[in-house]
């Protein structure tokens, strides 16, 4: 026999998605760093609109844009990933979540 699988209860909160998660430690490491969109924009090569559609988790950016962004911020990719990954384990993230359709 193999493992039990556990589904989610499908009345509990929807979790947010990877994309929010993303959105959300870019934004908080930014401004931590006390550093503008626009500082950070130019160093990843990215426009000032689009980080900030990032940050709202609105875009689904590519990983070449997340590394540079992280890059722009002095994190590696590596060190971006497990952050979100800490961050949806534990829940804690606020604000919007969209559903996937």
Known sequence: MGDV???????SDPEPLWREAVGHELREERRTAERTLADVATDAGVSTQYLSEVERGL???SSEVLGAVAGALGLRL????????????TG???GPVALAA
Not at 5 to 11: M, R, T
Request: no cysteine; proline share 8%.
């Open 92 to 94: 804690r993230i606020s």
């Open 5 to 11: 699988v556990a589904f989610p209860d499908k009345k």
């Open 59 to 61: 875009k689904e950016p």
């Open 78 to 89: 590596v060190d971006l990933t497990t952050r979100v990954s800490r961050r949806l384990a």
